[in-house]
């Protein structure tokens, strides 16, 4: 069940803010909520189901033992246990793939089922268990935990919600004075999230995948204007696919009077790689940051060792993403340039501004190449056609609503407000405003309805 989808909007969700407003006692709406949440879940494949509730009772039990024993070893095999089950399920057959090659030989891949969202609520419960060995959390109770864990807005693809921003707000009683804006900031965010996805990121997704697919087919003729506006199309599309799945996140929490935190702010405009990083997606950055970057000595150790430490946690990032080497070449990039620009701001150099954003966006729409490829003689053929001059037409065409979706994500990227900062603060409610977004709320929902739903790209990590 998509976000982007009327089974959700016209079906889980009424049901799950009525269960939500209307149950008598906080554990009857959360057991309400949590029900809902597995529904959602369990509306991809049942299969996922155990995995998520397994592990979930696991590291609530793996917390209860640690309590008890302060100083034992239960946090640190809990972490692990964590990491194991990642291990396997997401990275077991390209070690084996890697393991095999090395040797001369081919592995046949073991038939793994890979759940839906895993990278996210492991890394979840690995901040929590972390947070808890350095005395920084406490034991919750069950339902308390489960829904924290189990919560569908941020379930499959984050925002990365750490315990101590969302768990202290279920006690909160669910009408308050505020309940009816915040009701109305959650529908505004989510019907934004929802054009960024339809009108903007599915939209412009057919220029990549023509220009990609001209690519990876190594007999066709790939024109430098082909590389380029696939190039572009995806830069597009990544940003309008993730931001709109955080906006919609964000706002159907929102509904539910819970604050998640912020996961995009305008990252397009960023003027550094150090910044761009501080402003796409956001929990994830500040997730290696502390979990990471400065547990493997952060800057404390001299320059060298902090850019062998940035390196290595963005490695590591670019892994998080995917299990292939494409993804770590990526993360290694971003690495090696946050390296550099880390040694640029020590040694107090500036630029102009523009000069700085034009560099960050082209190194970022050529990392997002590799991101995209699905392997490196793919990215190389893209690489090779968008160093070719001059930029022949190409065979790749958009039709007038791809051209008018393209130029209106670049404007909105480039120009408009930080969507998540405007609903959250900014916005003013007005029952024109309520009207207008209504309006096209139910336009997209006819959209929708229209097409076969396309998945954000961001499950499939």
């Given at each position: 069940m998509l976000f982007n989808s009327q089974a959700l909007v016209l079906g889980l969700l009424p049901l799950a803010l009525a269960g939500w407003y209307l149950a008598p006692t906080r554990g009857a709406r959360q057991a309400w909520v949590i029900l809902a949440s597995l529904a959602f879940y369990a509306f991809w494949d049942i299969r996922f189901v155990p995995l998520l509730v397994g592990l979930t009772?696991?590291?609530?039990?793996?917390?209860?033992?640690?309590?008890?024993?302060?100083s034992g070893p239960w946090a640190s095999l809990g972490i692990a246990m964590n990491l194991g089950v990642l291990a396997w399920v997401k990275y077991a057959n390209f070690i084996a793939d890697n393991v095999a090659w090395a040797l001369g030989g081919r592995h046949d891949g073991w038939s793994i089922i890979l759940p839906l969202g895993v990278s996210f609520y492991v890394f979840q419960k690995v901040s929590y268990l972390v947070d808890l060995k350095r005395g920084q959390a406490k034991v919750y109770t069950l339902s308390d935990f489960f829904l924290f864990v189990c919560f569908f807005p941020q379930l499959v693809a984050g925002p990365l919600v750490r315990h101590n921003e969302v768990i202290?707000?279920?006690?909160?009683?669910?009408?308050?004075?505020?309940?009816?804006?915040?009701?109305a900031r959650g529908f505004v965010l989510f019907t934004i999230g929802l054009v960024k996805k339809v009108g903007v990121a599915d939209t412009v997704a057919p220029v990549a995948d023509a220009a990609f697919g001209r690519a990876a087919a190594a007999g066709q003729a790939l024109a430098s204007s082909d590389a380029w506006l696939g190039t572009l199309a995806y830069t597009l599309q990544i940003y309008f696919d993730f931001s709109g799945y955080s906006d919609m996140a964000l706002g159907l929490a929102l509904m539910f009077g819970l604050r998640l935190p912020a996961n995009f702010d305008a990252p397009y405009r960023s003027a550094s790689i150090r910044e761009f990083w501080r402003r796409w997606h956001m929990t994830l950055s500040r997730f290696l940051r502390d979990y990471l970057y400065v547990p493997l000595g952060g800057n404390r150790s001299g320059a060298a060792r902090q850019a062998v430490n940035v390196v290595l946690t963005m490695l590591l990032a670019g892994l998080w993403h995917g299990a292939a080497w494409t993804f770590v070449a990526w993360g290694g990039l971003h690495g090696l340039a946050l390296a550099v620009n880390a040694a640029w701001h020590r040694a107090g150099l500036r630029m102009p501004w523009v000069l700085g954003w034009a560099l960050t966006m082209l190194f970022v729409m050529a990392g997002w190449v590799l991101f995209r490829a699905p392997d490196f003689a793919t990215a190389a053929r893209m690489f090779?056609?968008?160093?070719?001059?001059?930029?022949?037409?190409?065979?790749?065409?958009?039709?007038?609503?791809?051209?008018?979706?393209?130029?209106?994500?670049?404007?909105?990227?480039?120009?408009?407000?930080?969507?998540?900062?405007?609903?959250?603060?900014?916005?003013r409610p007005h029952p024109w405003v309520g009207a207008a977004v209504g309006v096209v709320l139910f336009l997209m929902l006819l959209l929708v309805g229209g097409r076969v739903p396309n998945e954000f790209i961001y499950f499939q990590f």
């Amino acid at each position: 069940m998509l976000f982007n989808s009327q089974a959700l909007v016209l079906g889980l969700l009424p049901l799950a803010l009525a269960g939500w407003y209307l149950a008598p006692t906080r554990g009857a709406r959360q057991a309400w909520v949590i029900l809902a949440s597995l529904a959602f879940y369990a509306f991809w494949d049942i299969r996922f189901v155990p995995l998520l509730v397994g592990l979930t009772l696991a590291n609530w039990l793996v917390a209860r033992a640690h309590a008890g024993r302060p100083s034992g070893p239960w946090a640190s095999l809990g972490i692990a246990m964590n990491l194991g089950v990642l291990a396997w399920v997401k990275y077991a057959n390209f070690i084996a793939d890697n393991v095999a090659w090395a040797l001369g030989g081919r592995h046949d891949g073991w038939s793994i089922i890979l759940p839906l969202g895993v990278s996210f609520y492991v890394f979840q419960k690995v901040s929590y268990l972390v947070d808890l060995k350095r005395g920084q959390a406490k034991v919750y109770t069950l339902s308390d935990f489960f829904l924290f864990v189990c919560f569908f807005p941020q379930l499959v693809a984050g925002p990365l919600v750490r315990h101590n921003e969302v768990i202290w707000q279920f006690a909160q009683p669910p009408r308050r004075p505020e309940t009816a804006e915040t009701l109305a900031r959650g529908f505004v965010l989510f019907t934004i999230g929802l054009v960024k996805k339809v009108g903007v990121a599915d939209t412009v997704a057919p220029v990549a995948d023509a220009a990609f697919g001209r690519a990876a087919a190594a007999g066709q003729a790939l024109a430098s204007s082909d590389a380029w506006l696939g190039t572009l199309a995806y830069t597009l599309q990544i940003y309008f696919d993730f931001s709109g799945y955080s906006d919609m996140a964000l706002g159907l929490a929102l509904m539910f009077g819970l604050r998640l935190p912020a996961n995009f702010d305008a990252p397009y405009r960023s003027a550094s790689i150090r910044e761009f990083w501080r402003r796409w997606h956001m929990t994830l950055s500040r997730f290696l940051r502390d979990y990471l970057y400065v547990p493997l000595g952060g800057n404390r150790s001299g320059a060298a060792r902090q850019a062998v430490n940035v390196v290595l946690t963005m490695l590591l990032a670019g892994l998080w993403h995917g299990a292939a080497w494409t993804f770590v070449a990526w993360g290694g990039l971003h690495g090696l340039a946050l390296a550099v620009n880390a040694a640029w701001h020590r040694a107090g150099l500036r630029m102009p501004w523009v000069l700085g954003w034009a560099l960050t966006m082209l190194f970022v729409m050529a990392g997002w190449v590799l991101f995209r490829a699905p392997d490196f003689a793919t990215a190389a053929r893209m690489f090779e056609a968008m160093a070719t001059l001059p930029l022949a037409r190409g065979a790749v065409a958009m039709d007038t609503t791809q051209t008018v979706a393209l130029l209106g994500g670049c404007a909105a990227a480039l120009l408009g407000p930080a969507s998540q900062v405007f609903a959250l603060d900014r916005l003013r409610p007005h029952p024109w405003v309520g009207a207008a977004v209504g309006v096209v709320l139910f336009l997209m929902l006819l959209l929708v309805g229209g097409r076969v739903p396309n998945e954000f790209i961001y499950f499939q990590f």
